[in-house]
T-cell receptor, first 115, second 108 residues
Framework: DAGVIQSPRHEVTEMGQEVTLRCKPISGHDYLFWYRQTMMRGLELLIYFNNNVPIDDSGMPEDRFSAKMPNASFSTLKIQPSEPRDSAVYFC?????????????FGPGTRLTVL | DAKTTQPPSMDCAEGRAANLPCNHSTISGNEYVYWYRQIHSQGPQYIIHGLKNNETNEMASLIITEDRKSSTLILPHATLRDTAVYYCIVMGDYKLSFGAGTTVTVRA
């Protein structure tokens, strides 16, 4: 079984550019989570979806960040415009219907560098 | 969500059991205890979770005290590949909140 797939694995961009991170959850999972990890702040939950609907976006840092889940097999996290402080590793995770979202399977992450 | 307290680091000898403590004295009756680990440069990995009873799976055992104010994750035979940051999380509101965790170093 393929796990959670994220692309790209690495992204280097310049300040002000738009960045789109992509995630394909595990088939059959109905929860999808986006996290950000930095040395300073650790691993932070940005937003999560249940059945493609955003449930809690209280962790999204500001209006420059947006996330969508157009169908059960695809989600995007967009940053526009990007800033150097957005540099981090972004993880996507999915969770099966049973268990209320606690058992999460993480992707390999996207390492974003904003110059 | 209830907060958890873990030691920042611990060492363990290869082949021996590793016992990782976690305090969660403000846990509510319906909140689960979850353990995850993160090996360097990888995404976090689910290990085990429990509510009241002790749990065991192929990776580890989870011992929760009767008053539920603390728990211990046991890796029965630590290997070098178990070197990682281990997170103890009390889950509420369908969200996991990762703290600093315990950095476990398994030494040959």
């Amino acid at each position: 079984d393929a796990g959670v797939i994220q692309s790209p694995r690495h992204e280097v961009t310049e300040m002000g550019q738009e960045v789109t991170l992509r995630c394909k959850p595990i088939s059959g999972h109905d929860y999808l989570f986006w996290y950000r990890q930095t040395m300073m702040r650790g691993l932070e939950l940005l937003i999560y979806f249940n059945n493609n609907v955003p449930i809690d976006d209280s962790g999204m840092p500001e209006d420059r960040f947006s996330a969508k889940m157009p169908n059960a097999s695809f989600s995007t996290l967009k940053i526009q415009p990007s800033e150097p402080r957005d540099s981090a590793v972004y993880f996507c995770a999915s969770s099966p219907p049973a268990g209320g979202g606690g058992t999460q399977y993480f992707g390999p992450g996207t390492r974003l560098t904003v110059l | 969500d209830a907060k958890t307290t873990q030691p920042p680091s611990m060492d363990c000898a290869e082949g021996r059991a590793a016992n990782l403590p976690c305090n969660h004295s403000t846990i509510s009756g319906n909140e689960y205890v979850y353990w995850y680990r993160q090996i360097h440069s990888q995404g976090p990995q689910y290990i085990i979770h429990g509510l009241k009873n002790n749990e065991t799976n192929e990776m580890a055992s989870l011992i929760i005290t009767e008053d539920r104010k603390s728990s211990t994750l046991i890796l029965p035979h630590a290997t070098l590949r178990d070197t990682a940051v281990y997170y103890c999380i009390v889950m509420g509101d369908y969200k996991l909140s990762f703290g600093a965790g315990t950095t476990v170093t398994v030494r040959a």
